[in-house]
């Protein structure tokens, strides 16, 4: 097996997220049920965090105390819909069960979504409590009915990131009218509140309304009973990747192997005969199980392995797998299938608790895909101990006459690992550091404990929260940019990382690439306006509180990879099996104070280039830089505001103008800002 770079995060095993309390809700559970009387309510928790039960138990509390009239659960797919099934609550403490009288679970119910769509409508003449449909059935029947029917109902719509602030959405058009007639009660459910295409989820005048419980991937696997560890990489390749498969791919692990659409670079073509490439790979075919439909497979070491082909076009041969992969006999049962192969299925909601490799070739849809997929692999089970996620990508090649996209390719997979170690970590909290700071009870401050003279780090382990304290950082003055500097930051690196000129420039024009990017061209400029197109209402104050949080979330987990993983220094390799978390008080300690200026001043990808560095050939490394080096663009209008204001506040501070003829670059750049600004100016471009 070659070494693949990657974020190996250790966690406490602590148990906590898998103890119930005695109404049997599990912590995230009962932290939702804690604000059941919202009206509108946003759970953001990860996979297997227990979000459609906690659905249930708020569900039957606004049906039985809370007077509504019925609830309808909505859901992306049909095979999601068993993920709400009967539940018999009360033999865990509950006052109530949850149940679906059959013909309700429009997931169960064969027909298509025309027909449904009635059967939605004679639900809500009727007087039973729940009903289950897709996505789409409930799109329509909010077109064939109209809004006023959901009067006094609960709308709980799961996989919330399907829905998108964007007009052309239906279901956020469908949900941004309900919200503004105000007389039903939603709760929204995702493990990614983000969007592949950088859309906002729902507009911000809706987004004020909800109340948000937040439930962090660290607290989910730092709760966990057996899963310790879990790493996230990315592997290039060249020539067929069903020949370099067994590079990373362990037959004697857990795996769930997505290979690439059809349309993809990576792809052949032929689906099955990659799929059948693979197989042979592994060893020698022996048969196929006559009940299940998995493949069997003696590997050159003797064992045999059982693979489900989901690849597979025959329906009656895939739905066999499928109904096998589903069996509850077997959902207990480790040896029931060893690794799946699956193109467009076994992502969303599919759940298979012995998942030990989620490897994908090439780059999917989105991040929200690659987050869920990476789900597969994090649920807890006896005995696993360490899951992984690889993402297998060609390298861009120039013989291809495609270099614009492997190189799209390759910045949406460092984009998805980015994104990773910053949701894997325990939770920022950031404060300005004054002269009056105190320590905050509960923190752990290290060795030597509170020094008010320094800023310092906190821990709280149980919590999985760090508290951070920063020279010169900003205050939010709004309640919308406090909720943001709370429960948001995530979702503005998301949108950060997923900007391609920043990636672009960061990556491949930084100091390690041998470039002569200025930082604060990314950090100060870009995620300025990144948070301004996103939080249009927010004054100039709370947009600068937001960005240095969000930059400081950054570049501290990435100060602590390098501090960690020893990729700071070009002659080490990154050492396996280190807890990501470890690195951050390590990289607080490196410097004297933590002032926002110093973190403004580093390049949030200069760790991920390092990397890549490593992992990709170097002539592929240099082409792929000078394609990105020739599109460096001009200072836009915008940007020379930032600038300009930039420029004004180092004259206060300094006593002079920045010059144009600086050695610092950072003042160069100020003073080219600057007189750009005044020629946008002269020429009419500002109001």
């Not at 911000?204 to 109340?211: S, T």
């Not at 362990?250 to 032929?270: C, F, Q």
């Not at 291809?400 to 990773?420: C, Y």
């Not at 990729?567 to 990289?587: H, Q, W, Y």
């Amino acid at each position: 097996m070659k070494q693949i770079p990657s974020v190996s995060v250790g966690y406490a095993t602590n148990r906590s997220s898998t103890k119930s309390n005695e109404f049997g809700m599990r912590a995230m559970q009962e932290r939702a049920y804690e604000r059941r009387g919202e009206q509108y309510l946003l759970i953001k928790s990860p996979p297997a965090s227990g979000k459609s039960r906690a659905l249930m138990f708020i569900a039957l509390d606004k049906l039985h105390n809370q007077n509504l009239k019925q609830a309808i659960v909505v859901v992306p797919e049909k095979s999601i819909g068993s993920s709400f099934n009967d539940e018999p609550l009360s033999d865990f403490g509950f006052d109530y069960d949850w149940t679906v009288p059959l013909q309700w679970n429009l997931c169960n119910v064969p027909g298509g979504d025309d027909g449904k769509v009635g059967a939605v409508g004679r639900f809500l003449e009727s007087e039973d409590r729940v009903l289950v449909c897709t996505h789409a059935t409930f799109r329509f029947a909010v077109d064939k009915f109209g809004i006023e029917v959901f009067d006094n109902r609960l709308i709980a719509i799961d996989e919330f990131h399907h829905v998108s602030a964007n007009p052309d959405n239906k279901l956020g058009a469908h949900l941004g009218q309900l919200i503004a007639r105000d007389k039903v009660h939603v709760v929204a459910m995702t493990g990614s509140y983000f969007r592949g295409d950088a859309e906002a989820v729902m507009a911000p005048e809706d987004e004020k309304k909800f109340d948000t419980v937040t439930y962090t991937y660290y607290e989910q696997l730092n709760g966990y009973e057996y899963l310790k560890t879990l790493d996230i990489g990315y592997f290039f390749y060249t020539g067929s990747y069903a020949d370099e498969i067994l590079n990373v791919l362990n037959p004697a692990e857990k795996t769930i192997l997505h290979i690439p659409n059809v349309n993809a670079r990576e792809s052949t073509g032929d689906k099955h005969k990659e799929v059948d490439h693979i197989v042979d790979a592994l060893g020698e075919w022996q048969s196929t199980d006559p009940v299940t439909g998995f493949h069997l497979v003696k590997t050159p070491d003797g064992h045999v392995v059982k693979i489900a082909d989901l690849v597979e076009d025959d329906p009656v041969k895939r739905d066999r797998v499928s109904a096998a992969l589903k069996d509850p006999a077997h959902k207990n049962n480790r040896d029931h299938v060893d690794i799946i192969i699956a193109l467009g299925m076994a992502k969303e909601g599919f759940d298979w608790v012995w998942c030990e490799h989620a490897l994908t070739v090439g780059y999917r849809a989105s991040l929200t895909e690659i987050v869920q997929i990476i789900g597969r692999a994090t649920r807890d089970a006896k005995g696993k101990t360490h899951s992984r996620f690889t993402n297998l990508i060609a390298e861009p090649d120039a013989s291809e006459g495609a270099v614009t996209e492997a190189i799209n390719d390759t910045l949406k997979a460092i984009a998805a690992s980015l994104l990773m170690e910053q949701v894997l970590v325990p939770r920022f909290n950031f404060s300005p550091k004054l002269t009056s700071t105190t320590s905050v009870e509960g923190f752990d401050y290290g060795e030597g404990g509170y020094d008010s003279a320094k800023s310092n780090v906190g821990f709280n382990e149980e919590s999985g929260q760090f508290q951070i304290e920063i020279k010169g950082l900003v205050e939010p003055k709004s309640q919308e940019a406090e909720r943001i500097c709370q429960e948001d930051i995530n979702e503005v690196i998301t949108a950060f990382v997923q900007d391609k000129q920043s990636l672009e420039r960061g990556l491949f024009d930084g100091e390690k690439a041998g470039g002569e990017l200025v930082p604060e061209e990314i950090t100060v400029v870009r995620m300025g306006k990144i948070i301004k197109g996103r939080y249009p209402e927010l004054e100039e104050n709370d947009v600068e509180a937001v960005r240095q949080r969000a930059v400081a979330a950054l570049n501290i987990t990435q100060g602590a990879k390098a501090a960690v993983l020893g990729v700071a220094d070009d002659d080490k390799e990154p050492s396996a099996n280190t807890a990501l978390i470890d690195g951050v008080r390590k990289f607080a300690l490196s410097v004297r104070d933590l002032d926002i200026d110093l973190i403004d001043a580093i390049n949030p990808f200069g760790e991920a280039y390092s990397i890549l560095a490593k992992s990709m050939d170097e002539d592929s490394l240099k082409q792929v830089a000078s394609v990105i080096a020739a599109k460096r663009n001009p200072i836009t209008p915008d940007e020379a505001v930032t600038w300009a204001k930039r420029a004004s506040k180092f004259k206060k501070d300094n006593g002079r103008s920045p010059s144009i003829s600086a050695s610092d670059p950072y003042e160069r750049l100020m003073a080219e800002g600057a007189t750009a600004f005044m020629r946008f100016r002269k020429e009419g471009r500002y109001e």
